[in-house]
């Protein structure tokens, strides 16, 4: 039976109760979520229906615990949610026939995810290749991922930056090209951050972080009705962060602050505010060397910057919309809209070059970007029955404008040999040449630093612009309740232009290179479930992806293009508290620009290189008893340069290891007379050994992180206090976990160091 939501009042705990078994008519989906009914499964008590203001009841079992919902903020389930945001429709992600993994936010807690990064260790195939200042690069099934959204819309991937956890429910990755639903991304994958919305219940809460290597870090989360009826409601939440870390001369100091508002205009609208602004300084990691085929014997705590290089800084400023009308029960549009301002300002010594002997070749740098973008989408989402079968159907029109700069300078006077090239050509200071092995620092004056930014020599500026809009479709059927068929497509349109005037060393303006490329991109995909736990699935799909420019003949390249064939299964186990997802899958990024050997300008391409990869990926989530709690994942990837005029064809693609995975469980032992309010958690990260670069010249080998925490939580009058502890890499194991392919033009020389050995101790009250 599908009732509409009512205005009845709220009912008693033991009628509401009454209400479920009796089916009352009062009873609405607002209410069950605000009483956290005690009933053994939230799936059972309520499947939710094609629209978001209907709730299907059916028969339930009523027992002694209760199953949260998802973004109650006391949830501790590791449950991931029936439908993802990601998808963007409401079908359950048991019925989609391809791969998508949530981070539910109270992993995040247990495990004191500080960054983006941090939470993506709990996806198979996901790598993260960055530092503390810009938290860019991933890399997914073995292809680099740069493109990054917040609620589904593209944030700007011309500045980089670290994205804070502090305003996050949820992190949500769907695998492979995405073309269809997001446009021009990346094959390997989508990283979607959901952000916390307001409640109108009111939650309040405090954390204080203290550890290892000064760590501090205090975060705030606040919410709660404006007005008497709920429909104007609030939340507030952010944090601050000043640490050193465990590199020499490296701090940081981040202060983060996102306020949001909810206004309920009507039964059938509602929409909501937000805000987020970062601002993160501090000293940019440079990075580790490698010497041979391994990075170097030396301790990972040793830097190659200097105590007086000054604080890099960086800010990221959004403000966003989301308006949600519903047409009927069983029609719904939504529109969102974020505008985002961003800068980086670099200013510090890097590596240019590595000799046999120890002696690494370094510049002053001096960097900066600036970006602005804008972003909207138009979706509208649907569901009717026809002719016996059941449609889910998604129409929409998105929209994203980017425009960046970027300027550059260094000190050089002496040439590197050919095999020691660095960033931006050849040159380097002898003069603040260092001895990884024997480093003595105080080389690089002060005044280097300030030379540095006004330095004609090597002065470099360009200028970018992206426009792209698209218009999709999709529509998922179901027949018999068991067999599930979607198919959809979109067609792309997107300009770039990149511009190097010469009045900044360049030799052409903007509009001198504009380059505008279409693209229809479809889908299709089939899964059956012969059981109410098991569903077999299997797709195929085509992404529109970077822009190749121009040919040195004027002709414009083809952008790049990727497809990919993946199968599976998916199940539910434990009456559906915890799901698991099994993939096969075949991805091929073509386009790929590599030189032209027709020609005799080694500078000239073609857009014929060809990149691989297949594997299998294993991930787990949820709960196996009320007390006992899993997320895993496992992941083989062979992923591989095929087409190449490079030298690189046969190589394995940097920072892909062939086998990966993380096992993460908790144990809760509410409701136990003697350990009621403790929890505990231990966890396994291990990696295999990878490529350090495209070159297949240095390797970082495999490890295995040991993580493990402690939680002990208590009533104190109206609050709950929670005190933990974190301890990362219990065996103080050394590791790298991956390398800089992006900002830094010799990987050798990027290494990203794991952190050793680490503790994080936590006092939080909510009331």
């Known amino acids: 039976m599908t009732r509409k939501k009512t205005k009845c009042d709220l009912l008693h705990p033991a009628s509401l109760m ?5 089916s009352h008519p009062c009873m609405a989906t607002e209410e069950l979520n605000e ?24 028969a339930l079992t009523v027992v002694g615990d209760s199953a949260s919902e998802p973004n109650e903020p006391y949830n501790k389930d590791y449950q991931s949610p029936v439908s993802s945001l990601t998808t963007k429709t409401n079908t359950p992600l048991f019925d989609s026939p391809f791969s998508v993994q949530v981070v539910p936010r109270e992993v995040i807690n247990d495990q004191r995810s500080v960054t983006l990064e941090d939470a993506l260790e709990n ?3 996901v790598r993260s290749n960055s530092n503390e200042q810009e938290g860019y690069s991933y890399t997914i099934r073995g292809f680099q991922v740069l493109n990054l959204f917040r609620n589904s819309l593209l944030v700007s991937t011309a500045i980089p930056t670290v994205f804070e956890t502090a305003n996050l429910e949820s992190v949500q990755v769907l695998k492979g090209p995405s073309s269809i639903l997001f446009g021009r991304v990346d094959p390997g994958g989508t990283i979607n951050m959901v952000t916390k919305r307001p409640l109108d219940t009111p939650y309040h809460s405090l954390a204080q972080e203290f550890g290892s290597y000064g760590h501090f870090r205090t ?10 009826d709920g429909s104007l409601a609030y939340r507030l939440t952010g944090s601050y962060q000043s640490s050193d870390t465990f590199r020499d001369f490296q701090n940081i100091d981040r202060f983060f602050i996102s306020p949001s508002l909810l206004w309920k205009i009507s039964d059938a609208t509602e929409i909501k505010f937000d805000i987020q602004y970062l601002q993160n300084d501090s000293q940019t990691d440079i990075g580790f060397p490698a010497l041979g085929n391994r990075p170097a014997n030396i301790h990972i705590s040793r830097s190659f910057q200097e105590p007086n290089d000054p604080v890099d800084e960086g800010y990221h400023v959004l403000g966003s919309y989301e308006l949600t009308h519903h047409f009927s029960d069983n029609w719904t549009f939504h529109n969102r809209f974020h505008a985002v301002q961003a800068n980086i300002i670099k200013l510090n010594v890097a590596p240019m070059g590595l000799e046999n002997n120890g002696i690494l070749h370094r510049s002053v740098q001096y960097q900066q970007l600036d970006g602005e973008n804008y972003a909207t989408n138009f979706d509208i989402v649907g569901n009717f029955d026809l002719f016996g079968s059941q449609h889910d159907v998604l129409v929409g029109f998105d929209l994203f404008r980017d425009n960046s700069e970027y300027a550059f300078t260094a000190l050089g006077t002496a040439e590197l040999s050919p095999d020691l090239v660095g960033f931006n ?16 620092y105080g080389s690089v004056a002060s005044s280097k630093y300030s030379q540095v930014i006004s330095n004609p020599d090597t002065a470099f500026y360009s200028t970018s612009k992206t426009e792209q809009y698209g218009v999709y479709f999709q529509d998922h059927i179901t027949l018999f309740d068991k067999l599930h ?22 030799s052409s303006d903007i509009d001198d290179n504009e380059v505008t ?15 109410k736990w098991l569903s077999a699935y299997g797709s195929w799909s085509n992404s529109f992806g970077v822009n190749n420019g121009v040919a040195a003949t004027g002709k414009n390249l083809p952008p790049q293009l990727a497809e990919q064939w993946e199968a599976g299964f998916k199940t539910e186990l434990f009456d559906q508290r915890l799901s698991a997802t099994l993939a096969f899958y075949h991805l091929t990024r073509t386009n790929i620009l590599t030189p032209d050997i027709s020609t005799s300008d080694p500078f000239d391409s073609i857009a014929i290189g060809e990149n691989r990869s297949q594997g299998v990926e294993l991930d787990v989530i949820g709960q196996i008893t009320d007390n006992l709690g899993i997320i895993g ?3 083989y990837t062979d992923a591989k340069v095929t087409k190449d005029n490079s030298g690189f064809q046969g190589n394995k693609l940097a920072n892909v290891p062939e086998n990966s995975g993380r096992l993460f469980l908790t144990y809760d032992f509410k409701n136990h007379s003697y350990m009621d309010g403790w929890r505990f958690g231990l966890g396994v990260t291990a990696v295999g050994a990878r490529a350090g670069n495209n070159l297949n010249n240095f390797v970082l080998p495999g490890y295995a992180r040991l993580d493990t925490f402690a939680a002990y939580s208590f009533k104190l009058g109206k609050s709950k206090v929670t005190t933990q502890i974190n301890i990362q890499n219990l065996t103080d194991k050394r590791y790298f976990s991956g390398t800089d392919v992006f900002f830094n033009a010799d990987p050798r020389q990027g290494i990203i160091v794991g952190s050793p050995i680490t503790a994080t101790g936590t006092v939080r009250v909510e009331f």
């Open 485 to 506: 068929i979607l198919g959809g497509g979109r067609h792309d349109w997107a300009t770039v232009a990149r511009g190097f005037p010469a009045s900044f060393g360049g």
């Open 35 to 58: 009483k956290k009914l005690p009933v053994k499964n939230a799936k059972e008590a309520a499947s939710v229906s094609k629209t978001p203001d209907t709730i299907e009841l059916k």
């Open 425 to 440: 050509g050849n040159l380097y200071d002898p003069d603040i040449d260092i001895d990884i092995f024997n480093p003595r």
């Open 517 to 531: 490329d279409q693209q229809f991109s479809p889908r299709v995909g089939l899964l059956y479930q012969p059981w």
């Open 219 to 228: 975060v705030w989360d606040s919410t709660a009705p404006l007005t008497e």
């Open 18 to 22: 009454l209400a479920l078994l009796i």
């Open 633 to 635: 994942n496992y992941a």
């Open 123 to 125: 996806v198979s195939g």
